[in-house]
């Protein structure tokens, strides 16, 4: 069974470049699943737990184990239809059927035009249905998808370039095979512009994931100096407090706030949320305060990665 497998895999091309391509693809998108959430500041607790399922209806990992499959599916599936005809050429190249000029023209120009198809086509594609993926669970803010769309295109460059490079020689193999003087040549680039092809992707991914790296610290330290300060002074501020809820409301306007887009809320033991001042607090800062963030020293997120957090402080009060 195993020899019969090995057999097919060897004799079909198109099998054999679905392979490498996965193989690559897994690679990648190992390294994606590990990094994302780190260079995208998720929160403590946001990912792979009951909190993400109840926010996103699915936990990040399943989220990554469907987009991947789904993307795997697709191109594999263009894969195998595009390379069709040389397939059943490979299979029955020397079946006298097979050595008619016209089709071996056909076969010759696939294999120069392919390459460059399935460049753009694993490119769109995985962009096309994560993009999708991520509005259709709601849980993302619209810069938290461009910045997981950045992320992704960044390696898919990269990645376009690795399958580029390890699949020539399946194509190599078949114009060598194919060659006979006079035959037609395909859609082919120059050197330079197959240099630049090469190259030009790998300095875009570097580029791109770098800034990345480089606005995801800025925002880090910029909002663990603004925790520190806002956690100091509810601290301060509500030191020793027994209180009601009107003067709750009064002790936490009283604390400054240091940017026009930052707010004061009051979740009370009921699950309701109040704003008193700025931005509208939604309901992943609901969820992720009551159930997460006393765990977390008090600290808040309003969403999965976006660059705004909150300081928070359990207190009890004498009424409400």
């Not at 994606?32 to 995208?40: E, F, M, V």
Request: hydrophobic fraction near 40%.
């Amino acid at each position: 069974m195993l020899s019969k497998l090995k057999n097919k895999l060897r004799n079909t091309p198109s099998l054999r470049i679905s392979f490498r391509y996965c193989l690559i693809f897994m690679i990648f998108i190992l390294i994606a699943y590990i990094i994302i959430p780190i260079l995208l500041n998720y929160g403590p607790g946001s990912i792979n737990t009951k909190f993400d399922i109840e926010m996103s209806y699915i936990s990040y990992r399943t989220q990554f184990i469907i987009i991947s499959s789904s993307i795997l599916i697709i191109l594999c599936t263009i894969i195998h239809f595009l390379l069709k005809d040389i397939d059943e050429w490979y299979v029955q190249r020397n079946n006298p059927k097979y050595k008619d000029s016209n089709f071996i023209n056909k076969i010759r120009k696939k294999c120069f035009n392919l390459p460059y198809l399935l460049f753009v086509f694993e490119l769109i594609i995985p962009i096309l249905l994560t993009t999708l993926f991520l509005l259709l669970t709601g849980s993302h803010d619209t810069i938290m998808i461009t910045k997981i769309l950045i992320f992704i295109f960044s390696f898919l460059l990269l990645l376009d370039v690795y399958s580029f490079v390890f699949v020539e020689d399946i194509y190599a193999e078949i114009l060598k095979e194919t060659y006979t003087k006079n035959t037609h040549i395909g859609f082919r680039v120059n050197i330079t512009i197959k240099f630049f092809m090469q190259i030009l992707p790998i300095c875009i991914t570097c580029l791109l994931v770098t800034s990345l790296i480089g606005y995801s610290r800025v925002v880090k330290e910029k909002e663990d100096i603004y925790f520190s300060v806002y956690n100091n002074e509810l601290l301060n501020t509500f030191e020793n407090f027994s209180g009601n809820y009107d003067e709750i409301c009064s002790k936490l306007n009283s604390i400054y706030l240091y940017e026009t887009d930052h707010s004061r809320f009051i979740i009370t033991p009921s699950g309701k949320i109040t704003t008193l001042d700025g931005p509208e607090a939604n309901n992943f800062i609901l969820e992720y305060t009551s159930k997460i963030s006393e765990d977390n020293n008090g600290r808040t997120y309003d969403s999965y990665g976006v660059d705004r957090q909150g300081a928070t402080l359990k207190i009890s009060t004498s009424s409400r």
